[in-house]
């Protein structure tokens, strides 16, 4: 574990109050890059995710890394796609350093990307994960049907949060990367 990180738990206020969460720079791609292998593995390239996102860059604005101190402790990617014609954002991947879960790292990672996307005019996210854990921030399953992704998923994960109401109505097609 590192120096500046807490041998013993801290209030988790106190933990997020600590940390610089800022925009990912271009400097910061190999760190995220090493957080998402240590995270999620090789087998996160087969992800159908990561099929949607592929060859396709995020958006810098929305994309929000972690640090406390020198470390890089969480990050979040909202990249730009399409479902049929209606442009939107798929979130991911959201991930944190296993041993500091639990500490709302990803939530205030996400929250915060979320809510600069929402002012800065988007209006759909999407994103394949756990309802439980992305319900209190609005996402629902997508109906069924109404999205065709490029690969598998279970229809249960594939979920949506409009950023501003009524955004989903009427949303059906396929989702493909890019603006």
């Known amino acids: 574990m590192p120096a500046d990180l807490p041998a013993q ?8 109050n600590s940390l610089v969460i800022r925009p990912e720079r271009s400097a910061d791609a190999d760190a995220v890059e090493g957080l998402h292998a240590a995270v999620f593995g090789p087998g ?15 958006d810098p604005d929305f994309s929000l890394v972690a640090f406390k101190g020198e470390d890089l402790v969480g990050a979040v990617r909202l990249t730009p796609i ?28 996400m929250r ?3 809510e600069a996307a ?5 209006r759909l996210v999407l994103l394949v994960g756990d309802l439980s854990y992305y319900w209190p921030f609005g996402f629902r399953v997508v109906p069924p049907g109404a999205v065709e992704m ?18 989903s109505e009427g949303l059906h097609g396929k989702a493909r990367g890019g603006a």
Do not use: Q
């Not at 738990?9 to 997020?16: E, I, Q, R, S």
């Not at 390239?45 to 996102?53: D, N």
């Open 44 to 58: 996160r390239f087969a992800r159908t995710a990561f099929r949607l996102r592929e060859g396709v860059p995020h």
């Open 118 to 122: 929402r002012v800065a005019g988007h």
């Open 112 to 114: 915060r990307s979320m």
């Open 150 to 167: 490029p690969g598998p998923v279970d229809p249960a994960r594939l979920l949506i949060a409009e950023l501003v109401a009524g955004a």
């Open 82 to 109: 399409r479902i049929g014609e209606t442009p939107a954002l798929l979130l991911g991947p959201l991930c944190v350093r296993p041993e500091l879960k639990n500490l709302g790292v990803g939530k205030t990672l």
């Open 9 to 16: 738990p801290l209030p988790v206020n106190a933990f997020l």
